[in-house]
């Protein structure tokens, strides 16, 4: 298996929870959008926003990223992603595909070629059409429009949203052959900590990229979590929750919000339960609420890497497009082709 198939995995997770992201209250999620199954646009109101309450204050050129979506902050019930179309991808892993292509055709990843981009993509009008702009990219680019380098801009900051470019930077590595797995580690702990220089985040860094790594010989994901030693989660745990309704599992036993290591061990309890079904898997993810895109990332991944994904799910993903490359179908798994 390849990790083409995580990283198309997680942006597949991302775009189907994308509409429902960050419904906390589960009836009005099932009120808003019964019976979802697939990729599905957006609406207005969304009951569960806190828009309203969130302010980002530019003062510098240097750190003006909300562009035009800054009218609708401080409004109630503004929708966080309510310009995107079915199918397409939130900002995290509109960034995540940037960095694939990034290394792709540069032939190398370099943090520093990496956090020029990012900057130049988050500063330019229109780059994206996602009205909400995480925590850690506004606290980034407001050290950077103080006059900081790049490489000092990141924050301590513990959300699983750390995590979502973790399957563009394996896929892209991979194809361009590097492959190595202290190699591919080194990256992933570099990567990361230029923007989320947390202990948690790290943790959870490491035991992500040594999943990925695991199920490219196992391919499963009950065999690598009995298989490799993961602080936090139990085997045993996760075969006594399979019984549950996810509902009970993500959102009573464990927090449904983004904050790590919680998030992690949701992702990792609904990738164990969905262990032979992408589709229901993803689609759980989301019907849980909360911050499903990002736990989608981890879902998405680890499930896209076991058991490939639907052709139809592919066929929906806007994301084909931007990244200008031809998915070549084959049974299992689907891949993207390496780029000329």
């Known amino acids: 298996m390849s ?18 992201h960050w419904y906390y209250d589960r009836n009005k999620l099932d009120r808003d959008y019964p019976g979802l199954s697939g990729y599905s646009r957006p609406k207005n109101p969304h009951p569960d926003s806190i ?19 800054k009218k609708y902050w401080g409004q109630r019930e503004i929708h966080y992603h309510q310009h995107l ?27 520093d070629h990496w956090l020029h981009r990012y900057a130049e993509v988050m500063l330019t009008p229109g780059w994206h059409n996602d009205t909400y702009i995480e925590e850690y990219h506004r ?27 973790l399957p563009g930077l394996l896929a892209g590595l991979e194809a361009i052959e590097q492959t190595e797995p202290a190699f591919l580690m080194e990256c992933a702990l570099t990567l990361v900590r230029s923007t989320h220089d947390d202990e ?4 959870a860094t490491t035991d992500l990229v040594r999943i990925l790594i695991h199920l490219q010989q196992s391919g499963c994901i009950q065999e690598t979590v009995e298989a490799l030693p993961l602080p936090g989660i139990s085997s045993k745990n996760l075969r006594k929750w399979a019984s549950l309704d996810d509902r009970l599992v993500v959102g009573e036993k464990l927090s449904t919000a983004c904050y790590l290591p919680d998030s992690f061990l949701a992702s ?48 929906g993903l806007k994301m084909m497009n931007r990244l200008r490359c031809d998915a070549q179908l084959v049974e299992r798994p689907q891949l993207l082709k390496r780029a000329s």
């Not at 828009?51 to 979506?69: A, M, V």
């Not at 939130?90 to 960095?99: P, R």
């Not at 948690?200 to 943790?203: D, P, S, T, V």
Request: proline letters at 3%; a positive charge.
């Open 85 to 111: 179309n079915a199918g397409e991808n939130t900002l995290n892993l509109q960034l995540s595909a940037e960095l694939y292509r990034q290394i792709i055709l540069n032939g190398e990843f370099s943090i």
């Open 3 to 20: 990790f083409q198939n995580a990283f198309l995995g997680s942006l597949v997770a991302d775009a189907i929870s994308m509409p429902v």
């Open 200 to 203: 948690k985040a790290l943790r």
């Open 51 to 69: 828009l309203w309450r969130s302010s980002y204050n530019s003062t510098e050129p240097k750190s003006d990223i909300l562009h035009g979506q």
């Open 268 to 315: 990792v309890y609904l990738s164990w339960k969905y262990h032979d079904n992408f589709q229901s898997g993803v689609i759980a993810n989301a019907r849980v609420g909360g911050d499903n895109c990002h736990r989608g990332v981890v879902v998405g991944s680890i499930l896209g890497l076991s058991t490939g994904i639907p052709k139809s799910l592919l066929v």
């Open 139 to 165: 606290a980034f680019f407001q050290n950077y429009g103080k006059g900081k380098p790049l490489r000092s801009c990141g924050v301590k900051d513990f959300h699983i949203g750390s995590l979502s470019l």
